[in-house]
Nanobody, 128 residues
Framework: QVQLVESGGGLVQAGGSLRLSCAAS????????MGWFRQGPGKEREFVAV????????SQAGAVKGRFIISRDNAKNTVYLQMNSLKPEDTAVYYCAAAGRTYYSSSEYKWENFYDYWGQGTRVTVSS
């Protein structure tokens, strides 16, 4: 079992920045691929970014590429999402997720069922 706790959400003006954190406990953190998803008002949950076990491989959704950076610190059992140049359409509840995989293809990490564990979410509101 892996427990995930997100933090760092809040209210920010458009153009501002926030850094989300997700602290993991329960199992060996470096064994898990970590992802961030978000769910905006009235929308389905969508993929935001993923990072592999060592942090050497990342991928972001097109809507956030160039603005959001995912990183991890395996010594601290934490994954981060640095969000820059925020837009009102980034308003959402942000969730981190962990996948206990030893291999994955180039696109399956975009699907929710790839992940085994989820956090409770942290709310981000971007005002215009």
């Amino acid at each position: 079992q892996v427990q995930l706790v997100e933090s760092g959400g809040g209210l920010v003006q458009a153009g501002g920045s926030l850094r989300l954190s997700c602290a993991a406990s329960g199992r060996t953190f470096s064994n898990y691929v970590m992802g961030w998803f978000r769910q905006g008002p009235g929308k389905e949950r969508e993929f935001v970014a993923v990072i592999n076990w060592s942090g050497g491989g990342t991928s972001q959704a097109g809507a956030v590429k160039g603005r959001f950076i995912i990183s991890r610190d395996n010594a601290k059992n934490t994954v981060y999402l640095q969000m820059n140049s925020l837009k009102p359409e980034d308003t959402a509840v942000y969730y981190c997720a962990a996948a206990g995989r030893t291999y994955y293809s180039s696109s399956e990490y975009k699907w929710e069922n790839f992940y085994d564990y989820w956090g409770q979410g942290t709310r981000v509101t971007v005002s215009s």
